[in-house]
């Protein structure tokens, strides 16, 4: 059934592509992009806003509350194919699965949303990479191929939302294959290995880039690492600084012939060690941007000037403490949404313990204080 907006769109004098295209480059508009990054899978069994009104899923969500349109397209830039995804065996209240990545891991049964117990990987020697990569990491196979005629259907140039293309990941993507603890050891037992499996990695983000630049015009791109956590990055800083970002120099010069300067990569933890060859590889924006494991948005604006942007930064500890602690963050950002190239929505996924109510009252202040009055 069509989904019933609860909320009406906030007043525009600019498309979404011509707001967005303008706040990240610094530049007038007319208010702030209203975009959110989602949601927990418990959010859409427990709000009662979403049982009542049937919203299931993020994209469900996004039309719901009238949000501004904002679309990442991509090709299959991974495993072709993927291992196939099976319940092993049932442990109390617990599932065994092996992944598409490969891993076993133990999940809860009931299939609440939380972080798996990865047990062991299909990848940890440079005999087993060999094996996958030969049956899983094939360049040019028809599963990586995309629809070109479609995508040109669906997201014509005379569109008035923004695109971005998925450039992947270049090492988030080989910890979920290895294991967090997989990785840490391999960069050292086996250097050679990783390293081949980023240049792999580099490899089918190419070929997709070469397919899709040509095709379509995009308004940025938009990649995914998650190689941090509270204590900094889980690779070494000169591993990164000496493997992946030459690795983003190539991707950002295949943008650059095509007109895109803006590239954001969903990064959580604290990014700040390896921040400088993230934007000298040509990264230049933040997505969701995690507050309390690294540091408010403004801290990093201080440091970096008008060369970062940043999406999202607004602490969720803050939207599940209340409406006095929602008022003094967003009071906290207006400094950052003045000065552009920030895009304010909660730091990750909205957690099921903030209410529903503040919430609401969330979006409204934040429609009061970033959209036309």
Known sequence: MPITPIRRPWKSEMTDRERFNAQMHY?????CFNMEFGYWNENFSEWKLFTDNGIKNNADADIFFAFDRLYSIGANVWMDP??????????????????????????PADGHDTIPHYMKSSVVTPDDWARVKKERFQRGTPGRKPDLEALREQYPDSREFPIVVNTGSMIGKIRDMLTFEGLAYACFDYPEMVEDMVE????????????LLPAIQFDGAAGWED??????????????????????????????????????????????PILPYMMEGGINCLFPFEVNSCAHPSELFAEFGQELRIMGGFDKMALGAGRDAIDRYMESI?????????????????????????????????EKTFGIH
């Open 200 to 211: 792999t990695c580099c490899r089918l983000v190419e070929d997709e880039l070469d397919m």
């Open 334 to 366: 207006i400094p950052c949404v003045k000065r552009g190239g920030y895009i304010p929505f909660c730091d990750h996924r909205c957690p099921p313990n903030v209410k529903e109510e503040d919430y609401l009252y969330y979006l409204d202040l934040k």
């Open 27 to 31: 530049k007038p508009v007319d208010r």
């Open 227 to 272: 190689i941090c956590f509270k204590n900094g990055p889980i690779v070494t800083v000169p591993f990164f600084r000496d493997v992946v970002m030459p690795r983003y120099k190539r991707i950002r010069k295949k943008l650059e012939s095509y007109g895109i300067d803006l590239w954001y990569v969903d990064c959580d933890g604290d990014v700040r």
């Open 82 to 107: 993927p291992f196939p995804h099976r319940v092993l065996e049932r442990r109390g209240d617990k599932n065994i699965l092996q992944n598409g990545d490969g891993l076993l891991a133990e999940v």
